[in-house]
Nanobody
Framework: QVQLVESGGGLVQAGESLRLSCAASGGFSTINHMGWYRQAPGKQRELVAKITSGGSINYADSTKGRFTISRDNAPMTVYLQMNNLKPEDTAVYYC?????????????WGQGTQVTVST
């Protein structure tokens, strides 16, 4: 079973930066895509950024130009560099890996890390 461990959340002031990390452990054959999602209180979980195995990247309109998603393959880790943070970025951030292991599809989520941006 693929397990994801997140780190890097915290409390910052508006305009500051944070870098989130998400490391995968456990055996897997392929990773189709990795991404970051966030959920603010009272709101639905939304996509922040996603990167495919081929390197294609998508960002939410609200994060374009401020956030950067990247990855390392060994160990398999996805990062989210967040610059010029705004109070509206406050949320619990979750990483997500989708792929296959031993011929079976998996869709794994991290435990979530809190990001709080104060004015």
């Amino acid at each position: 079973q693929v397990q994801l461990v997140e780190s890097g959340g915290g409390l910052v002031q508006a305009g500051e930066s944070l870098r989130l990390s998400c490391a995968a452990s456990g055996g897997f054959s392929t990773i189709n895509h990795m991404g970051w999602y966030r959920q603010a209180p009272g709101k639905q979980r939304e996509l922040v950024a996603k990167i495919t195995s081929g390197g294609s990247i998508n960002y939410a309109d609200s994060t374009k130009g401020r956030f950067t998603i990247s990855r390392d393959n060994a160990p398999m880790t996805v990062y989210l560099q967040m610059n010029n943070l705004k109070p509206e970025d406050t949320a619990v951030y979750y990483c997500n890996f989708v792929g296959t292991t031993l011929g079976r599809a998996f869709d794994s989520w991290g435990q979530g890390t809190q990001v709080t941006v104060s004015t």
